[in-house]
């Protein structure tokens, strides 16, 4: 048993359609635990400094766009092997491709409004965490 944390946003789509009980309950009910947990509106340049990687491809100003047209959920989640399940529960980027029952699948409109953010690896996931959270904030 590995037990990690990983970073978790519930993006403005699914917000926007009171969806915010729905998916922290199947993270908890899937055994990963909400440790810092904050509802933002955030501004352009927290959405441009945490999307930093994607600058370069053309859909970055309508995923800043996105991000910033109303509030999100921050969440740091932990639990075993938190940063794999979690990408696990989301499913693929774009829902069109996502399993079946992730929530993705279950919740997203499109490729852009995906309903939920999930780190994919252990430098992202302190990276993220870190960007969005002090450490007094975090706690067990
Ligand atoms: P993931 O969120 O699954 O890790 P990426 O890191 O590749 O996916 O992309 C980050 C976010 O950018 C996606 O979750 C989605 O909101 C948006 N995005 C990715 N690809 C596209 C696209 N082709 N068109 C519009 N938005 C996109
Ligand atoms: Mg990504």
Redesign the pocket.
Known sequence: MLVERTFSII?PDAVERNLIGTIVSRFESEGLRPVAMRRSLLSRSEAEGF?A??SE???FG??VD??TRSPVVLMVLEGDNAILKN?EI?G???PADAADNTLRKLHAN?????SV??S?SPVSAARELNWFFKGSEVSS
């Open positions: 993006k999307y990687e994607h491809r053309p859909f309508e995923l996105f991000m990408r989301m693929a980027t774009n499109s490729i852009g409004e995906n953010h999930g994919d």
